[in-house]
């Protein structure tokens, strides 16, 4: 049986969610998150700021710009020490952009990154983040994070707390099966066009092997972390010889490489040569 890909995965997310055509199932997420009522959405490019090469960047990235500010929204599978670092980056990237291109700096515009994060420790359904000191002041007013415990909302699903799910259904059918997704689109239309759009991008053979790809890549990873560096090599050449795609060589060498790894255990495992893995 082949597995179901939810949009806990960012790039279900994103396949789903950065279409003109479902702007309207993407409205009801955010006022879920945000408790406001959105009515326009406009898709922003993240691909700017081309001169500064340290700043990371992915070519799929959900910005948009709405009539309550400017949002980001990552969904963050895994939940690595960098994490957090990472994602304070991109937030503060759009700031200072939002800030450059202005005639002013002020703060009338809103900048929010929405986190929906798996595999994390808070005890929250919602943790929001202000740039304040410890007294409550705030440094500005217009930079918001909110992280979202998705794992936590998941559990009024599995203990049945129907209120709960009523109030959060937009929320919790991101990472629902079809089955379960059946039952809650009965009597909502967002929900029912949400199924039928994930259930068209599982379908899509380049979505798939893009999948595929990822979860190659995230076994290299766990074989690494949890069996040590040798059963991580052997995995990773015998990956190797039965894919050898490059560019998916070439995202494991990144990967290692913010591990610390050498060049040369680099390039054993991947089988890139060190000029290569020089320029990444």
Partial sequence: MEKFYTCKYDRAFKEVFMKEE???ILEKVLETILKVKIDKIRFLNLERNVDNIKVKRKHLDLYLETDIGKIQVEVNTENPKYLNSRNMAYICDIYSHHILVGEEYNEKTLIIQINMSYDIKNEEYIRKYLVQDDKGNKYVKNLIIYEINMEKYKSFWYNKN?????KNKYLLMLDLGLKELRKLSIKDKVVSKYMNEIE???EEPEFREYMSAEDDNRKIEN???SEGYEDGVKYGINLGKTEGKNEEK???AKEMKKKNFSKKEISQLTGLDLKEIEKL
């Fill in 250 to 252: 070439i995202e494991i």
């Fill in 223 to 225: 074989s690494i972390r």
């Fill in 22 to 24: 479902n702007k309207d």
């Fill in 200 to 202: 068209r991008v599982n």
């Fill in 162 to 166: 129907q209120e709960e799910i009523e």
